[in-house]
């Protein structure tokens, strides 16, 4: 089991700039992935980033070269940074670990408000 808890959610404003974090915790050995998805307000959960055990990463295009997702392993810790943020960007933000036994597990999700 992986226990996933995400912080850093909050209100800003267009063009601002938040920080996104993702603890894990339990059989942190069996992490192969960790990433983000979001869900906005009536529709679905989209992928945002992903990034391996060794730092290879993946961005959905909406956010390519805005957003950037790094990886704590000492700490055991994900982040999203995302830079010019606009309206479009506000959700719910999911954290979920694949495990290389492949089982997928998610946060509780953290809210992101970007609005003047």
């Known amino acids: 089991q992986v226990q996933l808890v995400e912080s850093g959610g909050g209100l800003v404003q267009p063009g601002g700039s938040r920080r996104l974090s993702c603890a894990a915790s339990g059989s942190i050995f069996s992490i192969y992935t960790m990433g983000w998805y979001r869900q906005a307000p009536g529709k679905q959960r989209e992928f945002v980033a992903a990034i391996t055990d060794r730092g290879s990463t993946n961005y959905a295009d909406s956010v390519k070269d805005r957003f950037t997702i790094s990886r704590d392993n000492t700490k055991n810790t994900t982040y999203l940074q995302m830079n010019n943020l606009r309206p479009g960007d506000t959700g719910v933000y999911y954290c979920?670990?694949?495990?290389?036994?492949?089982?997928?597990?998610w946060g509780q999700g953290t809210q992101v408000t970007v609005s003047s």
């Open positions: 979920y670990s694949n495990t290389r036994g492949g089982n997928v597990y």
